[in-house]
């Protein structure tokens, strides 16, 4: 049964629509990510590629929270913007990495009083160049999950107690907040853990997935297959894909974040190589188009693009897809 995002009583606006409804509205959805600019930098930039993304008909976007730990603020008023000056929904990435419990549910009232409802839950990566090892802060979280299930309580009106304040209870009762709670999935993770951790995150609450980046279309589909298996189209995954437009992008990929990339999306990118950057783009293009078509045909409800700050070739992949639902 799918959860109801409706507003049904006084509050936040919640006029945007949820990601869930999007997503059951539509045949295939597409949208994309939007990073904040680096602090103390010019935002303009990233309200024209929101402009832009909105024109070319996306469906939602999401926006970074601190992107791989580096100092990028703005999360919340992008969003903001997004869905106020453009009419276009957004989900806020929340992370948990370095944030109290407490913090983490004054962040999420935050989100509740601007009508942001459309939250991705995420544990939240290290910064570029410091160590890896994950060490929760004191009364912090380790994994996403505990961080979904706490959004989820705050959609049963459930909110933490304040010790020596507060009547000794598990809860505090409060006015419910209607979070549509995002989760991240892993596909190229072993088959003995990534259907695991993804029902730890949708048994705590989350409604809907957003792959890690994936080139490899037989792996997403092997994965979704087991998606499948589990819970059949019920639970929507999204896959993430970034449009390459070189070869030196594709080779950082597999080198610095290991993702696996087809030998034959590798062989077109090094033939086009000597014809230029042109070439190269549109050999990026090309797989996006067959990437995404091949997902369509497995039953996937739409595609995610981390546009990396640009939206154009995002846009040119959507119009060669030819959507009905789209015109």
């Not at 601007?114 to 160049?129: C, E, K, S, T, V």
Request: with cysteine; glycine share 8%.
């Amino acid at each position: 049964m799918r959860a109801n995002f409706r507003h049904v009583s006084s509050g936040p606006d919640l006029s945007a629509p949820s990601v869930l409804e999007i997503i059951d509205s539509k045949v295939f959805s597409i949208s994309a990510e939007i990073i904040p600019p680096r602090n103390g930098t010019d935002f303009e930039e990233v309200f024209q590629q929101i402009s832009q993304l909105h024109e070319a008909g996306f469906d939602f976007i999401s926006v970074t929270h601190g992107a791989g730990g580096s100092l990028r603020g703005g999360t919340l008023p992008i969003a903001h913007y997004a869905q106020t000056k453009e009419n276009l929904t957004a989900i806020a990435h929340l992370t948990c990495r370095g944030v109290s419990k407490e913090d983490l549910e004054n962040m999420l009232i935050d989100h509740h009083y601007f009508g942001l409802r459309n939250i991705l839950a995420l544990r939240g990566d290290p910064p570029d160049g410091l160590e890896a090892e994950f060490r929760p802060v004191p009364g912090g979280y380790s994994y996403a999950w505990q961080l979904i299930e706490q959004i989820t309580a705050m959609n049963r009106g459930e909110y933490l107690v304040r010790k020596n304040f507060d009547p000794p209870d598990k809860f505090r009762k409060g006015i419910p907040t209607q979070f549509c709670i995002g989760a991240a999935c892993y596909p190229e993770d072993p088959p003995d853990i990534r259907i695991a951790y993804l029902e730890k995150k949708k048994t705590a609450g989350a409604h809907f997935a957003i792959s890690q980046m994936i080139f490899d279309l037989a792996v997403f589909e092997q994965f979704y297959s087991e998606v499948v298996d589990c819970w059949g189209h019920t639970f929507p995954v999204i896959p993430g894909i970034r449009i390459p437009k070189n070869l030196k992008q594709l080779e950082r990929m597999q080198t610095k974040f290991g993702i696996k990339i087809p030998e034959a999306l590798l062989r077109s990118m090094r033939r086009a190589e000597n014809n230029g950057p042109a070439a190269m783009s549109q050999v990026g293009e090309n797989w996006a188009v067959e990437f995404i078509t091949g997902c369509r045909s497995m039953g996937v409800r739409g595609i995610h693009f981390f546009i990396m700050g640009d939206p154009l070739s995002a846009i040119r992949v959507k119009q060669q897809l030819k959507l009905p639902e789209y015109g």
